[in-house]
């Protein structure tokens, strides 16, 4: 029998970035490591979040996850 993993990290995270400089943690505990250790960490509340970037990839989705409160940084001033 075939296992199945369902986590958001699985499904869409790792098939949209390949190596992040960042941690990427998804709202059912999934992740994706960064590539490079010490670096920021991305909390995508829900997927809500990941509907608004790719809806508007690049800086505008990023910046309507993060002012709608569905994605977090644990790092800002890392990140800039």
Known sequence: MESRDD???SSGGRAAVSGPPVRIEFWDG???PASR???PT???RSPRAVA???HA???LGLGRAYVSGELEVDDLDALI
Request: glycine fraction near 22%.
């Open 42 to 44: 991305f909390l995508v």
């Open 30 to 32: 999934s992740a994706v």
């Open 57 to 59: 990839p690049g800086q």
């Open 37 to 39: 250790g010490g670096g």
């Open 52 to 54: 608004h970037i790719l």
């Open 7 to 9: 986590s958001a990290a």
